[in-house]
């Protein structure tokens, strides 16, 4: 993808379906130790002008109600039994305990839940990570931001998906926090240390798998899954809070609807055409989206005529993108598309080059708001850490993964540090 850079095993960026049918592996360092981090966009029933007044008060109510942070514990202290009826049912857990509504589960990649997840998969020690992480954003390259739509491209699109020029969205991006990550360390280790039962010969350990079809393989895919649940039911409750603190500031009037939830951290089980034979395959996305073309059944019904919604951040300084996933993806790249701009600088070396002070101020200047209670957590997130996001998706769309239906300004960005 676009956005590529390196990254543990796979690089970022890094899409690779193998033949389940066929001895094909499943590899942790393929999806990601943030499994599910994905992105979720709400559209709201307001435009820029009316916000703007509310927008410093809106930025402070919403990273009041949202924790951040890293390790950052949530208003939520979940026992081990509720746990693991969210890493099993997913959004639908919070669902039934009043959390969103139906409409978030409908425009959600499986719905929020992936149905095989199996907690008892998961060790005692990534459950005790993540017991009080829902509803939390974390930090590094985590964010929700309120934004507008600054450009359409795609009008047809555009009404599907109900966006207009000025309307404000909200994107969150967030993933499984540490529960997730312990999930991949724990079966990384597992693989390595069962490494001689395959005699595969890999270039690098970072790169450890499993046949999907062995114990260890269908073992890690359930972890993942579970994993995967958690950080659904994890956007859908931030979408609530968020929601919560909207209304709070702006009024019972104002709404945010679940535009698209979607993943790019996964593993999944998929059937495409391998040289003209359709194959069943486990999909390995790390750091890449799904982009599923029109007419697929994996799209809600709203949107299927046009493709999927496809969310591409960019930078807290520049510009998101809303395209629609297309056809010719299927053939080209396993039905997937980039998930971001992508670092072209490492965090380090953004710590060293940015003063975040200063950072804040130049993003205060330009009307981007900004709540982050760590200087340096915003200097790692610079945008000249980043490629230009407006070059990531012309490629993409050149390459027909997807084509654009919105461009989509930063208002006000929280983040941890």
Not at 178 to 192: E, K, R, S
Not at 258 to 267: A, E, F, K
Not at 273 to 291: C, N, Y
Not at 368 to 380: H, M, N, Q, V
Request: some cysteine.
């Amino acid at each position: 993808m676009p956005d590529i850079h390196q990254g543990y095993g796979f690089p970022i960026g890094g899409v690779a379906g193998c033949d389940i049918n066929s001895g094909g592996v499943i590899s942790p360092g393929g999806i990601g130790y943030d499994i599910n981090c994905g992105v979720r966009l709400l559209v709201s029933n307001i435009n820029n002008t009316q916000i703007m007044p509310y927008i410093q008060k809106l930025a402070t109510e919403i990273f009041s109600a949202i924790p951040s942070g890293v390790g950052r514990g949530g208003k939520l202290n979940l026992k081990k039994d509720d746990i693991d009826k969210v890493l099993k049912n997913g959004a639908n857990f919070m669902l039934n305990l009043g959390f969103g509504d139906l409409s978030d589960l409908e425009f959600c990649e499986e719905r929020g839940c992936m149905s095989f997840a199996d907690p008892s998969l998961i060790s005692d020690h990534a459950k005790k990570r993540g017991h009080d992480q829902l509803g939390t954003l974390g930090s590094g390259n985590h964010f929700l931001e309120v934004q507008y739509v600054e450009k359409i491209y795609d009008k047809k699109a555009a009404q599907v998906f109900g966006l207009t020029e000025g309307l404000v969205t909200v994107m969150i991006h967030t993933g499984s926090r540490g529960l997730g990550h312990q999930v991949c360390t724990d079966y990384v280790g597992a693989m390595i240390n069962n490494l001689h039962k395959w005699k595969y010969d890999l270039p690098d350990r970072q790169l450890v798998c499993a046949p999907f079809k062995s114990q260890e393989g269908q073992d890690y895919f359930g972890a993942m899954a579970a994993a995967a649940n958690f950080a659904w039911a994890n956007r859908h409750t931030i979408s609530h809070w968020t929601r919560e603190a909207w209304q709070k500031i702006l009024g019972p009037d104002a709404y945010l609807n679940t535009l698209y939830d979607v993943s790019h951290n996964l593993g999944k089980i998929e059937k495409h055409k391998v040289d003209g034979i359709e194959k069943e395959l486990l999909l390995h996305r790390k750091g890449a989206t799904r982009s599923f073309g029109p007419g697929t059944v994996e799209t809600p019904l709203k949107y299927r005529g046009i493709g999927q919604p496809v969310l591409i951040p960019g930078t807290m300084g520049t510009a998101s993108y809303v395209l629609a996933g297309a056809s010719e993806s299927m053939e080209n790249s396993f039905g997937s598309c980039c998930h971001g701009a992508g670092r072209s600088m490492s965090r380090m070396k953004a710590k060293k080059t940015v003063r975040g002070s200063n950072l804040r101020q130049e993003l205060e200047n330009i009307g981007i708001t900004i709540r982050c209670d760590s200087d340096a957590g915003l200097a790692e997130e610079a945008p000249i850490a980043y490629k230009d996001v407006d070059n990531v998706v012309s490629v993409v769309q050149e390459a027909k993964l997807a084509s654009k239906v919105a461009r989509l300004r930063p208002l006000a960005v929280i983040k941890g540090g």
